[in-house]
C-alpha cells in the first residue's frame, strides 16, 4: 500500500511538473521574437491595411483627425506586423526629411544605457550618479545626492528642482557646464520617491556613457544601434563641452523611427540579433513610478526614459518628444504608430493632444472585443442643466472670459488654482471646443454637487478633471474643484 501511494504521488509530482514546465515554456515562447518574414534593415515592405487585418475606413478617421485637429503634424506612419501599412505626410514632410525629434532623444539614450550594461561598460543602475562625476563633490553638496542612483536618472525621480518650460532651462542651456549645473541644482525630495520630468539629467546619461565606454555617444550608437537596424541619423546635437545631447537634439527620419519602435516591438531582437537586451526592454517599457496626469487624457506611467500609457484598451509605451514627435509600440496588436511634427512653437502647444490619434489607429486594428458601453447622461435639475448649456456654449464660442466666470473663485482641483484653469483653458480649448459634456453621476451634497463628467466628441469620449465639483456661488452655479492642495 506504501509502495501504492509513493507510485501514486509520484505520479501526481510528475504531471503538476509537467503543467508548471509547459506553463513557463509557454510564457518563454510568448517572450520570443516573432519570426519576421523580412527585416527592414534596406526599407519598409508595403502592405494594405486589409492585408494584415485593419480597416481602412477607420484608418481614415485617424488621417481625418490629424487635418482637422493636428495642424503642425509632418508625418503618419503605420506598421503593422512588420508591413508599413499606412504612410502619409502632411505641409513640408517628407520620406527624405530628418525631423527634429526633441524627447524621443531621451528612449534612444536608454536603449544605448541598456547596450553598454550588457556590454560591462556599466555595473548595474544600482550605481550612484556623483561616482560617475567626481569632480563636482563638493563638502557643501546635498547629502541627498549620495542617495542618487543610475535608476532614478533613468526613471525621472532623482529629486533635483527643475522645470523643463521654466528659467532654469534656459539657465542651464546657456551654462558652460551642463553637467556641473544638473548636479548642483538644489534636491527637493528624496531619490526615488517622485517623477519630475528633467531633460537636463537625461543629458547625464550620455555623459556617463561617454565616460564609460570611452567614445562619443553617437558613435556608440552607430556601431551598436543604428548600423545593424540601418539607421541613417541626420545629426546629433552636442552641448558645450562636446558631449551629445542624452534629452534631446537628435534627428531621424519618420521611416527610421518606425525601425527603432519595431526594434523595441520585438523585445530588442533584430534579424535574430539581439540589440538591445530583452530585459533592458522589458523594465524600460513598464512603469517604474507614476508620472504626470491630464485633466483630460488621464494619467501617465513612465519607464527608463520612455512613457507608458494605454492605447485604446492595450498595454504600450511610447517615445514622446515635444510638438508632436511619437513613437508608440501597442505589443499585443504587433502594431508601431510614429508621428513627426514642425519643430517651431505651435500656440498652442499641442503635443498631449496627438494622444486621441493613437486610439484611433489602434482600434482599425480587427479583433474581438467587448461592445463598448455607451455614455448615460443622468437627468439634471433645471438650474444645472441651464448652467451646462451656458458653460457649453461658452466654450464652443471659444470665449474664456464667460468659461473664466463660471469657474469658482475657490476653485482648487488636485492643487489647480482658477488662474491655472483659466490658462490650462486658454491652451487646450482648440481641442474640447467640439466635445460634447455628458454628466454621467450627479450626488448633491448641500450647496455642492459631486459629478462624473466626460468629454465626448467625434474623435474621442474621455473623463475630465476627475474628482471636480459643482458649487452654488450667490444662487449660481459654478465649477468647483476637489480642494485638493499640491
Not at 116 to 133: N, R, T
Not at 308 to 337: H, M, N, T
Not at 427 to 439: F, G, Q, T, V
Request: glycine content about 6%; proline content about 6%; hydrophobic content about 40%.
Amino acid at each position: 500500500m506504501k509502495i501504492f501511494n509513493l507510485n501514486c504521488k509520484n505520479k501526481i509530482f510528475c504531471i503538476l511538473l509537467f503543467f508548471f514546465l509547459a506553463f513557463f515554456t509557454e510564457n518563454a515562447v510568448c517572450e520570443q521574437p516573432k519570426n519576421r518574414e523580412y527585416w527592414p534593415t534596406s526599407g519598409w515592405k508595403t502592405s494594405s491595411p486589409e492585408q494584415q487585418g485593419m480597416d481602412s475606413a477607420k484608418l481614415l478617421i485617424a488621417d481625418e483627425f490629424i487635418q482637422n485637429r493636428l495642424a503642425d503634424a509632418f508625418s503618419l506612419l503605420i506598421v503593422k506586423n512588420g508591413y508599413l501599412v499606412f504612410e502619409k505626410y502632411y505641409s513640408w514632410g517628407s520620406p527624405y526629411k530628418i525631423a527634429v525629434v526633441h524627447s524621443i532623444t531621451k528612449s534612444v539614450t536608454s536603449a544605448l544605457i541598456g547596450i553598454a550594461l550588457e556590454k560591462e561598460y556599466l555595473d548595474s543602475v544600482d550605481q550612484k550618479l556623483i561616482d560617475f562625476f567626481p569632480e563636482y563633490a563638493s563638502d557643501d553638496l546635498d547629502p541627498r545626492i549620495e542617495g542618487i542612483r543610475l535608476k532614478h536618472v533613468l526613471t525621472m525621480s532623482a529629486g533635483f528642482s527643475w522645470n523643463d518650460r521654466g528659467p532654469v532651462m534656459r539657465d542651464w542651456y546657456t551654462s558652460e557646464d551642463w553637467a556641473k549645473f544638473s548636479i548642483q541644482l538644489p534636491v527637493v525630495t528624496n531619490p526615488g520617491s517622485k517623477f519630475k520630468y528633467n531633460s537636463s539629467i537625461s543629458h547625464l546619461l550620455s555623459i556617463i556613457l561617454t565616460k564609460s565606454t570611452k567614445t562619443s555617444t553617437l558613435d556608440f550608437a552607430k556601431q551598436n544601434l543604428f548600423e545593424p537596424l540601418g539607421i541613417q541619423s541626420g545629426f546629433w546635437r552636442q552641448d558645450p563641452q562636446g558631449y551629445h545631447i542624452g534629452g534631446f537634439g537628435l534627428g531621424f527620419s519618420a521611416r527610421d523611427l518606425a525601425k527603432f519602435g519595431f526594434l523595441y516591438l520585438n523585445n530588442g531582437y533584430w534579424n535574430g540579433q539581439s540589440i538591445v537586451p530583452e530585459q533592458w526592454v522589458k523594465q524600460s517599457t513598464e512603469q517604474q513610478i507614476q508620472a504626470d496626469s491630464h485633466p483630460l487624457y488621464g494619467t501617465f506611467g513612465y519607464g527608463y526614459q520612455w512613457w507608458v500609457k494605454q492605447v485604446d484598451g492595450c498595454r504600450s509605451f511610447r517615445a514622446w518628444g515635444r510638438r508632436g514627435q511619437y513613437i508608440v509600440v501597442v505589443p499585443e496588436l504587433d502594431l508601431v504608430i510614429t508621428v513627426t511634427s514642425n519643430p517651431g512653437l505651435p500656440h498652442p502647444p499641442t503635443s498631449i493632444h496627438y494622444s486621441p490619434l493613437f486610439d484611433l489607429v489602434a482600434a482599425s486594428v480587427k479583433r474581438n472585443r467587448p461592445p463598448k458601453n455607451p455614455l448615460r447622461a443622468v437627468e439634471l435639475p433645471t438650474d444645472v442643466k441651464a448652467f451646462i448649456t451656458d458653460y457649453d456654449q461658452a466654450r464652443f464660442n471659444k470665449d474664456l472670459a464667460k468659461m473664466a466666470d463660471l469657474i469658482s473663485d475657490q476653485f482648487l482641483y488636485n492643487g489647480v488654482t482658477k488662474k491655472i484653469a483659466v490658462e490650462f483653458l486658454s491652451r487646450n480649448l482648440p481641442y474640447m471646443s467640439e466635445a460634447k459634456i455628458i454628466i454621467t453621476k450627479f450626488t448633491p451634497e448641500g450647496n455642492e454637487v459631486k459629478i462624473d463628467v466626460w468629454l465626448k466628441d467625434k474623435y474621442f469620449e474621455a473623463p475630465f478633471m476627475t474628482g471636480s465639483k459643482l458649487i452654488k456661488e450667490n444662487e449660481h452655479w459654478k465649477w468647483f474643484g476637489n480642494q485638493v492642495p499640491r
